[in-house]
């Protein structure tokens, strides 16, 4: 369809948390644009919705509709049932990542975003080529740091923290 953007993304982590990585494949008429990074310590949910940001903010253009398909029943459900701007008006309060709903929040309302859930693993082929790039980056050699990830993370795990 013109003047719709199609978005496949994915995320991954090597243990959850652990080492991890997102993959985008944006298309638009005849042109296609991959996008991938790792992170050193991070969460599977942390690079899915890492994913959809990135590719929110790799469009060049606010007039585009944007149709994004993805296996994360976390981000799809969250959008597609209202929940996060529930989580919004309560200030996240006891949610997780709340760094990357707000940034995700502020693209959203940006664009005309429909989301679109894939069964992972299913042999659809641009998310399985998500999947790989997701993947392939949480092996790099020299990966991201996922600075409110690991922050949070130390704090929650200070010795003398009584969880």
Known sequence: MEGTVIIYTDGSSRGNP???GYGVVMLYNAHRKELSAGYRLT???RMELLAVII?????????F???IYTDSRYIVDAVEKRWVFKWEGA??????????WRRFLRLYREYNVHF?????????EWNERCDKLATTASWTTTPLVDDYYEEQEMENNAPGKII
């Open 18 to 20: 652990g080492p991890g």
């Open 116 to 124: 679109e859930w894939v069964p992972g693993h299913a042999n659809v």
């Open 91 to 100: 200030g996240f309060h006891n949610k997780k990542n709340p760094d990357l």
């Open 65 to 67: 509709h944007v149709k």
């Open 43 to 45: 969460t599977n949910n």
């Open 55 to 63: 590719a929110l903010e790799a469009l060049k253009q606010k007039h």
